[in-house]
Structure formats: structure tokens, C-alpha cells
């Protein structure tokens, strides 16, 4: 079956122990949902550098990732549709849905 990257943009940081315990108990019980599915869950991801021939860009880039996960599905719409229940879109991130392709 395809693996998709689910890549996470954007989002909130919780401003408090109870905000962080909600936004988990959300996350988990999302992955939850997806069961077998979750191939990797991943995790969060600081701040990126983006390298060219140019040299390196040390601020994110215009749309910086947040975090990662991997899932398998039957396709690309499949995979779309995991996506559209994360909940990093009720806090104002989007969901970046790629297949990883196999070499």
C-alpha cells in the first residue's frame, strides 16, 4: 500500500500545561483513529534551514513546516481524507499530503 508524508505547517504552541494536555489528548486520539494506518507518527520540528547553492536561508522559508507523520493509504484522496480530521487545522495550520515515493 502507498505511504503518504502528512507534513504539518503552522499551528500554536499551547500557552499552558492545560492547553498542552487538550492539544495531545486531541492528537492522540486522532492517530487513534487512524489505527493501522500510521505507519510513523513523527513528531514536531524546530525551525528549518533551507540550503541552496547559494548558501543557507536560516529563517523557515515562506511556509515552515511544524512537524511530520507518514500513513499508509489506498491514494492520494484516500490519504486527503485522513488529513482533512488533524488537529492542527483547528488551530489555523494546514496538513502538506505527498507520497512517498518508493525507489
Known amino acids: 500500500m502507498?505511504?503518504?508524508a502528512f507534513i504539518y505547517h503552522g499551528g500554536?504552541?499551547?500557552e499552558s500545561p492545560e492547553a498542552m494536555e487538550k492539544v495531545m489528548a486531541a492528537w492522540t486520539?486522532?492517530?487513534a483513529s487512524m489505527g493501522p494506518a500510521v505507519v510513523d507518527g513523527g513528531g514536531p520540528v524546530g525551525l528549518s534551514h533551507t540550503v541552496t547553492k547559494a548558501g543557507v536561508i536560516e529563517n523557515g522559508g515562506a511556509n515552515?513546516?511544524?512537524g511530520w507523520s507518514v500513513v499508509s493509504a489506498e491514494s492520494q484522496a484516500a490519504a486527503t481524507t485522513l488529513a482533512k480530521a488533524c488537529p492542527i487545522l483547528d488551530d489555523g495550520g494546514s496538513v502538506e499530503v505527498a507520497e512517498v515515493m518508493a525507489m
Open 2 to 4: 502507498p505511504k503518504y
Open 12 to 14: 500554536k504552541k499551547p
Open 29 to 31: 486520539a486522532w492517530f
Open 64 to 66: 515552515p513546516a511544524s
